[in-house]
């Protein structure tokens, strides 16, 4: 059962322009919703995180939109350089700590 | 340690053969996950400890799977009479306090052949 589903799986944006990334979930008990950040050969990093009562999250250039009554949630990153280009997981708390995992987006970014 | 450190960064073994997969936490973190991650797949929650007790094993996919974090600080993942569907990489995480972000390791790659 796929409890948090994430779109598109690959993106292609030109520099300097905006990448966002959407996940969507089910489970009205999810109470913390984070970004990680992985580059090849390395372990997911968190990027950016938000909880339901708060309808955006902005932290440089990346800023995280919160739907509650759509269960949807998305990734906005400004300005997208180069360097950005890597996987985007989002995720979703359940229970006390266990994080599930969306299937994740290949992102590039062309110079 | 400055970061998650897991050890084999490689494995590779033959079906039948049990292999053990350690992680070694940052220093004072209170908590560890193991979460397996297939190839272009999210990281799938495997099972995590508070300290040295587990709190949730319920993503281990058979009883050939186990895990144990005995003083509360190096955890070791155990998986005996491996498959090749075991084959994926491991990875660990551990956090600071029981709501805080996780920090991952690099992971292990386990291939059974």
């Known amino acids: 059962q796929q409890q948090v589903k994430q779109s598109p799986q690959s993106l292609i944006v030109q520099k300097g322009g905006i990448s966002i990334i959407n996940c969507a979930y089910e489970?009205?008990?999810?109470?913390?919703f984070p970004w990680y950040q992985q580059f090849p050969g390395k372990g997911p990093a968190l990027l950016i995180a938000i909880r339901p009562d708060v309808s955006e999250k902005k932290e440089g250039r990346f800023t995280i939109s919160f739907n509650k009554s759509a269960k949807q949630f998305s990734l906005h990153i400004m300005d997208s350089q180069p360097g950005d280009s890597a996987t985007y997981f989002c995720a979703a708390r359940q229970g006390a700590q266990k994080l599930v995992f969306g299937q994740g987006t290949r992102l590039t970014i062309n110079p | 340690g400055a970061g998650v450190s897991q050890s084999p960064r490689y494995k590779v073994t033959k079906r039948g053969q049990d292999v053990a997969l350690r992680c070694d936490p940052i220093s004072g973190h209170v908590s560890l996950y193991w979460y397996r991650q297939a190839l272009g797949q999210g990281p799938e929650f495997l099972t995590y400890f508070n300290y040295e007790a587990q709190q949730d094993k319920s993503g281990l996919p058979n009883d050939r799977f186990s895990a144990e974090r005995p003083e509360g600080s190096i955890s070791t993942l155990t998986i005996q009479r491996t498959e090749q569907r075991d084959s994926a990489m491991y990875r660990c995480?551990?956090?600071?306090?029981?709501?805080?972000?996780?920090?991952f390791g690099s992971g292990t790659r386990l291939t059974v052949v």
């Open positions: 489970n009205t008990a999810f109470d913390y």
């Open positions: 995480a551990s956090s600071s306090v029981e709501y805080g972000g996780y920090t």
